[in-house]
């Protein structure tokens, strides 16, 4: 299994639409997980963090399974700036090591 | 602007020759780090400080490469004997050094190996 596993897309999606994203992570001693946004040539942002018991910021809810390893990041009433590559990022040892980086999601929202 | 800055933006450099980028964290941030992204890939780690102290390096990271960090707040990248396999956003990020940390990233120095 790959350490943090993401399916790269694309996702069209329409205005409106809800859409959602998974991820797989191969440790199951791992301990903080996030959703980073990057637009085209730019640097990653932090979207959110994804706590046990699940956690929406407006929009965007995040989600975490720790039984199945998994967590996912679920946009409601897509809009044309929701646009972008979503990262899936763990800290998959644990403690004070650096954080590992899905390969991405990419998402175009459609007017 | 108090983010992370990089410099420079973008180098274009011919295979076997050397280079080296520069990083300048948020000014309060203990930890920083150094990660690779190609395109249609996420950020790859190669190396992070805490302060000067250079606590992990992946094995990825040949020994064509160093990072140094010495006095604990800018710090460089230096890749020698430069190969097309090199060519990538070499993006810098920092952080305080907290548990579930948010790292804040510089906006990258594309390197293109000719």
Redesign the interface.
């Known amino acids: 299994r790959k350490e943090?596993e993401q399916d790269?897309g694309p996702f069209n999606v329409p205005e409106g639409a809800t859409v959602a994203f998974n991820c797989t992570y191969s440790n199951s001693a791992s301990?903080?997980f996030f959703w980073y946004r990057q637009d085209c040539r730019?640097?990653?942002?932090?979207l959110m963090?994804v706590y046990s018991s699940g956690n929406e910021d407006g929009r965007f809810t995040a989600q975490l399974n720790r039984a199945s390893q998994y967590i996912s990041l679920l946009i409601r009433d897509s809009k044309l700036s929701d646009s972008a590559t979503y990262?899936c990022v763990v800290?998959l040892r644990g403690g004070?090591?650096?954080?590992?980086?899905?390969?991405?999601t990419r998402l175009s929202v459609i007017a | 602007d108090t983010g992370v800055s990089q410099d420079p933006r973008h180098k274009i450099t011919k295979r076997g020759q050397n280079v080296t980028f520069r990083c300048d964290p948020i000014s309060e941030h203990n930890r920083l780090y150094w990660y690779r992204q190609t395109l249609g890939q996420g950020p790859e780690f190669l190396t992070y400080f805490q302060n000067e102290a250079q606590l992990e390096k992946s094995r990825l990271l040949s020994d064509r490469f160093s990072a140094e960090r010495p006095k604990g707040s800018f710090s460089t990248l230096e890749i020698q004997r430069t190969e097309q396999g090199d060519s990538a956003m070499y993006l810098c990020a920092s952080s305080l050094g907290t548990t579930n940390e948010k790292l804040f990233f510089g906006s990258g120095t594309q390197l293109s190996v000719l």
């Open positions: 943090v790269p301990q903080s730019k640097e990653p942002k932090l963090s990262l800290n004070n090591t650096p954080l590992v980086f899905g390969k991405g």
